[in-house]
């Protein structure tokens, strides 16, 4: 592979930045909710810090840990591919984590961080594909 190096180096930079992003708006999030939960205001319920956990998480987590060891044994080869689609299960590992310890509107943001983990993944196989199959 020619390029390999410019593969990984987009790869990572990609990856690096969305996980910044991502972490700047759970940290934003959370405290929103802490912030919300301490007013007295009359939607101060709405929006709070809760550990929920039923089957549905627990599904979603043992698929999310069967395509991730999928992954893993697959890593090296499906380059470039490895990245976006590790960016893709990234995303659904922020949405299950939102979904697990954020009510009401914090559902938002793991929602938010899921499609831009899942775009950017998405973007990044199809601009791979064009460039080695044209």
Known sequence: MRHKERFQKINW???????????????????GTRKLADSQSYDAGQSRL????DSSQT?????LLFFSA???????????????LAMIISGFYYAL??????TGW?????FIGFVLFVSAGVIM?????????R
């Open 70 to 84: 999928i992954l893993a044994i697959v890593w090296k080869r499906v380059f470039p591919f490895n990245v976006p």
């Open 59 to 63: 599904a979603l987590a043992a698929v």
């Open 13 to 31: 930079i990609v990856y690096g930045s969305l996980l910044i992003i991502s972490i700047l708006l759970l940290s934003e999030g959370l405290d």
């Open 125 to 133: 196989i199809l601009c791979y594909a064009v460039y080695f199959f």
């Open 106 to 110: 914090g559902g938002i943001i793991g």
């Open 97 to 102: 984590f939102t979904m697990s310890y954020l």
């Open 50 to 53: 809760e550990f929920r956990w």
